[in-house]
């Protein structure tokens, strides 16, 4: 009966020797893990590091082409910032040049209308239906160029189409209404040209 208790006790200590020794190997591999985590951990960082120093300090010539391309965008803004700028100015001088040979037009288209104003009957004159002609032909060559006559007479009148050279009282008509018109005026574009010269009623 002793023998089997030896026997017995040296097999427990047996198995507790294996398990104490499992769980000293699993500790160990515990610890190598840790360890070698560890040391994957401080090498990225270390390697992230050296990124950061290498990112921070610039090549010579990424600085020069980065200093040359901000300098190309600038230039090639301003030069269409320039354009813009011109065609602008070119568009605004053309429509001065035109308002100023349009305006210089005008008195011969008056002249027509007051020639043409004295003939009763201008189909039946060979001379005044020629004259009719040639005036019809100007006033639709000034409309395809954008020149239209300022309404006048029965609008109310406006300064920044008008102009006023005579005041009546007249009952019928409204109070600040156009009602007769001395000279025709004329827009260029939506810009005056020349203003209508009108009588108003007060």
């Known amino acids: ?86 065609e602008k100015e070119k568009a605004n001088m053309y429509a001065i040049g035109a308002k100023d040979i349009i305006e210089k037009i005008l008195p011969v288209v008056d002249s027509f209308e007051r020639g043409l104003a004295t003939v009763e009957n201008p189909e039946e004159d060979p001379f005044a239906d020629g004259m009719n002609k040639v005036y019809k032909q100007f006033t639709t060559a000034l409309d395809e160029l954008g020149v239209t006559v300022i309404e006048a007479v029965g609008k109310e009148f406006d300064p920044n189409l008008h102009n006023a050279v005579m005041h009546v009282e007249d009952e019928e008509a409204g109070e600040n209404i156009v009602v007769e018109e001395f000279l025709k005026g004329y827009m260029y574009k939506g810009s005056v040209v020349r203003h209508s010269m009108v009588k108003v009623a007060n």
Do not use: H, P
């Not at 047996?14 to 515990?30: N, S």
């Not at 990112?55 to 090639?76: G, V, Y």
């Open 1 to 86: 009966m002793s023998e089997e208790k030896e026997l017995y006790d040296d097999k427990n200590d047996d198995v507790t020797a294996e398990t104490e020794t499992e769980e000293t190997e699993e500790v160990t591999e515990e610890s190598c893990e840790a360890e070698e985590n560890s040391e994957e951990a401080e090498t990225e960082e270390k390697s992230e590091e050296k990124k950061g120093f290498f990112k921070k300090k610039k090549d010579k010539k990424d600085e020069k082409i980065e200093e040359l391309t901000d300098r190309l965008t600038r230039q090639m803004a301003e030069f269409d910032n320039f354009r813009k700028r011109t």
